[in-house]
């Protein structure tokens, strides 16, 4: 029988904090994305864009440049939405609605 090392060196951190991504529907991501400028022509390397996702409610999705290229193929641009939270609502106190 082996014994184990005294020392066992923990994994690196791997984990990547993407908010409720994983919940928001493929489709109002989609819509998000096409509201975008054009990637290559856009200043900022990251956007914020708020929707309503269904079920999920209002969301505020995070988009990041994505550069990349194909073998011997010239280089793209594209949006790449890394994180999305919830927006919480706010009720207008003098109409009574959000």
């Known amino acids: 029988m082996t014994q184990a090392p ?4 923990p994994l690196p951190d791997t984990h990547v904090d993407n908010g409720i991504l994983a919940r928001v529907p493929g489709e109002y991501i989609a819509k998000a994305s096409r509201s975008l400028p054009d990637p290559a022509c856009a200043t900022e390397d990251e956007r914020r864009v ?7 409610g209002r969301v505020r999705l995070t988009f990041k440049k994505h550069r990349y290229s194909r073998a011997r193929s010239k280089p793209y641009v594209a ?20």
């Open 6 to 9: 005294e020392h066992i060196t």
């Open 50 to 56: 708020e929707i309503d996702a269904g079920w999920a």
């Open 79 to 98: 949006w790449l939405c890394k994180h999305a939270e919830p927006v919480a609502l706010t009720l207008d106190v003098a109409t009574g609605e959000n």
